[in-house]
Nanobody, 114 residues
Framework: QVQLVESGGGLVQPGGSLRLSCAASGSIFSLNAMGWYRQGRGKQRELVAVMSSGGRTYYLDLVKGRFTISRDNADNMLYLQMNSLKPEDTAVYYC????????WGQGTQVTVSS
């Protein structure tokens, strides 16, 4: 069973930055597109950013220019650098394949508030 463990969330003021990390066990990582998802309170989970195994990226329009996804295939790590954070970015952030095929991890809470 593949495990996905997210970390790096926290409380940050508007305009601040955070870097999220995702550790993926198992052999799924290097062969698949990996993505960051988020779910705000009372909202559906949405795809925020994706990076293919070859390095191509996709970003939700709302985060373009502010978020950067990256991956380290050797270490099975996925990252999300989030800059210029806004209150509307507040959510629990998760990683998974794209499309999501693995069991969801616990996620990491990001709260943007003054």
């Amino acid at each position: 069973q593949v495990q996905l463990v997210e970390s790096g969330g926290g409380l940050v003021q508007p305009g601040g930055s955070l870097r999220l990390s995702c550790a993926a066990s198992g052999s799924i990582f290097s062969l698949n597109a990996m993505g960051w998802y988020r779910q705000g309170r009372g909202k559906q989970r949405e795809l925020v950013a994706v990076m293919s195994s070859g390095g191509r990226t996709y970003y939700l329009d709302l985060v373009k220019g502010r978020f950067t996804i990256s991956r380290d295939n050797a270490d099975n790590m996925l990252y999300l650098q989030m800059n210029s954070l806004k209150p509307e970015d507040t959510a629990v952030y998760y990683c998974n394949t794209d499309p999501p095929r693995q069991k969801w991890g616990q996620g990491t809470q990001v709260t943007v508030s003054s």
